[in-house]
């Protein structure tokens, strides 16, 4: 059996990995501190298929989510990379 790549499914939001050189024009644009933001667990399926694609992703990374919606078109939407496991 061939191996799935979460980010292809149609209900799975585009997934991006801010690049550091932008992080902070993000963190400015949003008036908000990094440890403020979001989390995402390193475990998550879409961080894996992530660092299969752009290889081993830090901590701290921050990870660009668009969403589309039938009411509102697409929304953007920001978590950063933590090493805790989500029960």
Known sequence: MGKFNVL??????????????????????????????????RSDPAIKALEEIHGPLDTGTIIRIVRKSPTMGYSTYYRVITSEVFK
């Open 8 to 41: 292809q499914h149609d209900l799975v939001p585009e997934h991006h990995v801010v690049p550091k050189s932008e992080e902070d024009k993000v963190l400015k644009e949003l008036e908000i501190a990094k440890d403020l933001l979001p989390k995402i667990s």
